[in-house]
């Protein structure tokens, strides 16, 4: 456990979307505001993967991660297999902005620290690749809240 002292989150990253169709909406979104990189739409089924604190097997999204600034991003998610927050989304409002995502080094300190301030985790994921390396994520809400937060590792090779 990280003893590091978590004060605020970092500025967000990304926003993400819940969407039924990633590349429609990577092609609207690239034309109605000229955005660079629509095409890197991509298959995200982690190593591990946790729904409500039960630990699950068949989540599956695709995902479209788009440039907007040198420093933040705009990701499409359309759910494809897995009881998770991001099906219950979709069915429940058809879609639409979900959660602001914030990258950070230590993973654990900010975890606790969004526990603490009494977030719920709903949603939390493991994985590792040869592209970007080992990396934890976890969303979380607060009760009486819509807000939805989700917490990145920053992605690291454990083994170089």
Request: proline share 2%; net charge negative.
């Amino acid at each position: 456990m990280s003893d590091k002292i978590i004060k605020n989150l970092p500025p967000a990253g990304h926003i993400g979307y819940v969407v039924a169709d990633v590349y429609k909406a990577a092609a609207e979104a690239s034309g109605l505001f000229e955005l660079k990189n629509t095409d890197n739409i991509f298959d995200f089924i982690p190593m591990r993967c946790w729904a409500w604190g039960r630990e699950i097997s068949d989540c599956h999204l695709k995902v479209a991660m788009i440039d907007w600034t040198d420093n933040f991003k705009i990701e499409f998610i359309q759910p494809c297999g897995g009881d998770i927050h991001y099906s219950r989304f979709l069915k429940a409002t058809g879609g639409g902005m979900h959660h602001t995502a914030h990258y950070v080094d230590d993973f654990e300190a900010y975890r606790a620290w969004l526990l603490k301030k009494g977030a719920e985790i709903i949603f939390e994921t493991e994985t590792e690749d040869e592209i970007r390396g080992y990396r934890r994520s976890c969303h979380v809400t607060f009760q009486d809240s819509r807000t939805n937060i989700e917490v990145l590792e920053i992605a690291r090779f454990r083994n170089k």
